[in-house]
């Protein structure tokens, strides 16, 4: 008989947002108990659109269906894990998080934003995460990610709630998550 025990997948947070210098690289993370797996999604949009969103906090283009715990039942953590462009944090390796907020400023290009927030009396505040973790014995790594809902998310929420409540609500869902394991090393700002 075997004696392993089975890590056990807690959440997946359906999209985050890694910048990149030529292109934001789209993320799904898979939560288990001992580790975060940023499972890389394939392209579904163009730079310009994913360079908007991250400013904005919510998806733009709305068509994409958010995958959920259970397709990501069939797939092994090892093969996960084993993925180059996929980033695996141990979570002992984890030494802050913290969860921060921006107010976007509009651009000059950025005419219909600025109308936007006119007429919905808002402003666009995106949520992001600073994670500080180990790599190795001596090299500290920094990964920022940014929380920007799919519009499967967004858009049923949007009729009753307000932007800002929906990305708070998503980046707090999170935090949530995180703070059940990683308790003394959470920052919120």
Do not use: C
């Amino acid at each position: 008989m075997s004696n392993v025990i089975q890590e056990k997948r807690l959440a997946l947070l359906h999209r985050v947002m890694i910048p990149d210098e030529e292109y934001p690289k789209e993320y799904a993370v898979l939560v288990t108990d001992s580790k975060s797996i940023f499972i890389l999604q394939k392209k579904t949009r163009g730079n310009f659109w994913l360079r908007r969103e991250m400013r904005y906090g919510t998806a733009l283009i709305t068509d994409v269906v958010p995958k959920t715990l259970e397709d990501y039942q069939r797939t092994s953590l090892e093969s996960l894990t084993a993925d180059g462009a996929n980033i695996t944090i141990p979570h002992e390796a984890v030494i802050s998080l913290a969860l921060k907020k921006e107010v976007q400023k509009p651009r000059a290009y950025d005419f219909f934003v600025r109308l936007t927030m006119r007429m919905q009396g808002e402003e666009f505040q995106v949520y992001y995460f600073e994670m500080i973790y180990r790599q190795t014995q001596n090299h500290e790594t920094k990964i920022m990610f940014y929380m920007v809902p799919l519009g499967a998310y967004f858009k049923p929420r949007r009729q009753t709630q307000t932007r800002e409540t929906i990305l708070r609500e998503y980046a707090m869902e999170t935090l949530e998550i995180f703070r059940k394991l990683l308790s003394a090393r959470i920052i919120s700002s």
